[in-house]
Protein backbone atom coordinates (compact mmCIF):
# COMPACT_ATOMS: atom_id res chain seq x y z
CA UNK A 1 0.00 0.00 0.00
CA UNK A 2 1.04 3.65 -1.12
CA UNK A 3 -0.07 6.54 0.26
CA UNK A 4 1.13 10.08 -1.75
CA UNK A 5 2.17 12.70 0.85
CA UNK A 6 2.09 16.68 -0.66
CA UNK A 7 3.96 17.28 -3.96
CA UNK A 8 6.96 14.70 -3.77
CA UNK A 9 6.09 12.54 -1.14
CA UNK A 10 5.05 9.16 -0.04
CA UNK A 11 4.48 5.94 2.59
CA UNK A 12 4.73 3.00 1.68
CA UNK A 13 4.11 -0.22 3.93
CA UNK A 14 6.42 -2.59 2.49
CA UNK A 15 5.45 -5.53 4.93
CA UNK A 16 4.45 -6.39 8.08
CA UNK A 17 4.31 -8.87 10.89
CA UNK A 18 1.73 -9.25 13.43
CA UNK A 19 -2.04 -7.93 14.21
CA UNK A 20 -4.27 -6.43 17.33
CA UNK A 21 -4.04 -9.91 18.87
CA UNK A 22 -0.02 -10.09 18.63
CA UNK A 23 0.68 -8.42 22.04
CA UNK A 24 -2.20 -10.10 23.78
CA UNK A 25 -0.74 -13.25 23.70
CA UNK A 26 2.98 -12.18 23.56
CA UNK A 27 1.56 -10.66 27.41
CA UNK A 28 -0.36 -14.13 28.16
CA UNK A 29 2.81 -16.03 27.75
CA UNK A 30 3.46 -15.83 31.09
CA UNK A 31 0.39 -17.48 32.06
CA UNK A 32 0.11 -19.92 29.08
CA UNK A 33 -2.78 -18.73 27.84
CA UNK A 34 -3.71 -17.88 24.06
CA UNK A 35 -6.43 -16.27 22.40
CA UNK A 36 -7.49 -17.12 18.46
CA UNK A 37 -9.85 -14.06 18.14
CA UNK A 38 -9.48 -10.68 19.03
CA UNK A 39 -12.37 -9.93 21.67
CA UNK A 40 -13.68 -7.08 24.19
CA UNK A 41 -11.68 -9.26 26.71
CA UNK A 42 -8.51 -8.73 24.86
CA UNK A 43 -9.31 -4.73 23.92
CA UNK A 44 -9.04 -4.65 27.97
CA UNK A 45 -6.03 -6.19 28.14
CA UNK A 46 -4.55 -4.36 25.34
CA UNK A 47 -5.67 -1.11 27.09
CA UNK A 48 -4.88 -2.58 30.70
CA UNK A 49 -1.02 -2.74 29.23
CA UNK A 50 -0.64 0.85 27.52
CA UNK A 51 -2.15 2.33 30.24
CA UNK A 52 0.41 0.39 32.67
CA UNK A 53 3.54 0.69 30.55
CA UNK A 54 3.60 -2.61 29.97
CA UNK A 55 5.16 -2.20 26.46
CA UNK A 56 7.35 -5.15 26.12
CA UNK A 57 4.36 -7.44 24.63
CA UNK A 58 3.89 -4.61 21.84
CA UNK A 59 7.74 -5.31 20.41
CA UNK A 60 5.90 -8.16 18.92
CA UNK A 61 4.67 -6.54 16.03
CA UNK A 62 6.79 -5.02 13.02
CA UNK A 63 5.74 -2.44 10.17
CA UNK A 64 8.35 -2.07 7.78
CA UNK A 65 7.75 1.36 5.73
CA UNK A 66 9.14 3.26 3.10
CA UNK A 67 8.82 7.13 3.18
CA UNK A 68 9.69 9.69 1.25
CA UNK A 69 10.14 13.14 2.49
CA UNK A 70 12.19 16.37 2.73
CA UNK A 71 15.29 15.97 4.92
CA UNK A 72 14.16 18.45 7.46
CA UNK A 73 10.75 16.59 8.49
CA UNK A 74 12.59 13.31 8.79
CA UNK A 75 14.94 14.56 10.99
CA UNK A 76 11.92 15.83 13.23
CA UNK A 77 10.13 12.58 12.64
CA UNK A 78 13.40 10.79 14.27
CA UNK A 79 13.46 12.69 17.44
CA UNK A 80 10.00 11.96 18.21
CA UNK A 81 9.61 8.23 17.30
CA UNK A 82 6.38 7.03 18.48
CA UNK A 83 5.58 3.49 20.43
CA UNK A 84 9.39 3.09 20.89
CA UNK A 85 11.33 3.88 24.33
CA UNK A 86 13.95 6.02 22.48
CA UNK A 87 15.04 8.11 25.70
CA UNK A 88 15.19 4.99 27.81
CA UNK A 89 19.06 3.18 28.99
CA UNK A 90 17.14 -0.48 28.67
CA UNK A 91 19.12 -3.38 26.45
CA UNK A 92 15.23 -3.82 25.19
CA UNK A 93 15.13 -0.33 23.83
CA UNK A 94 15.17 -0.51 19.63
CA UNK A 95 14.47 0.04 16.67
CA UNK A 96 16.02 0.21 13.11
CA UNK A 97 16.08 3.09 11.05
CA UNK A 98 17.90 2.95 7.68
CA UNK A 99 17.81 5.94 4.86
CA UNK A 100 19.67 6.32 1.36
CA UNK A 101 23.21 7.70 1.41
CA UNK A 102 24.58 9.93 -0.75
CA UNK A 103 28.39 8.66 -0.04
CA UNK A 104 26.63 5.29 -2.13
CA UNK A 105 23.90 6.36 -4.65
CA UNK A 106 23.87 9.33 -6.48
CA UNK A 107 21.31 11.84 -4.63
CA UNK A 108 19.09 12.35 -7.81
CA UNK A 109 16.14 14.52 -6.28
CA UNK A 110 16.54 17.72 -3.45
CA UNK A 111 13.23 19.00 -1.98
CA UNK A 112 12.56 22.76 -3.38
CA UNK A 113 9.90 23.88 -2.26
CA UNK A 114 7.56 25.78 -4.37
CA UNK A 115 7.51 29.75 -4.81
CA UNK A 116 4.69 31.23 -2.53
CA UNK A 117 4.00 35.14 -1.60
CA UNK A 118 2.80 33.87 1.60
CA UNK A 119 5.88 31.97 2.45
CA UNK A 120 8.35 34.59 3.50
CA UNK A 121 8.05 38.32 3.52
CA UNK A 122 10.14 39.76 1.05
CA UNK A 123 11.66 42.02 3.93
CA UNK A 124 13.55 39.77 6.32
CA UNK A 125 13.40 42.09 9.23
CA UNK A 126 15.28 40.23 11.25
CA UNK A 127 18.40 40.79 8.95
CA UNK A 128 17.28 43.59 7.43
CA UNK A 129 18.18 42.26 4.23
CA UNK A 130 15.95 42.54 0.42
CA UNK A 131 15.62 38.98 -0.74
CA UNK A 132 14.75 38.74 -4.12
CA UNK A 133 12.29 35.43 -4.71
CA UNK A 134 11.66 34.41 -8.20
CA UNK A 135 7.98 33.47 -8.16
CA UNK A 136 7.15 29.89 -10.21
CA UNK A 137 10.71 28.67 -9.46
Do not use: C
Not at 46 to 61: A, E, M, N, T, V
Not at 62 to 91: D, N
Amino acid sequence: MKIDVLDKGYIELVDKLGDDLTPVNAARVSFGGRSKEFTDKDKRLSKFLIKHKHFSPFRHQHAMMIIKAPEFVMRQWYKHVVGIETTSSSSTKDHAWNEISGRYVEVEEYYVPKYSEHNQMTINKHLKVRLNYKKNV
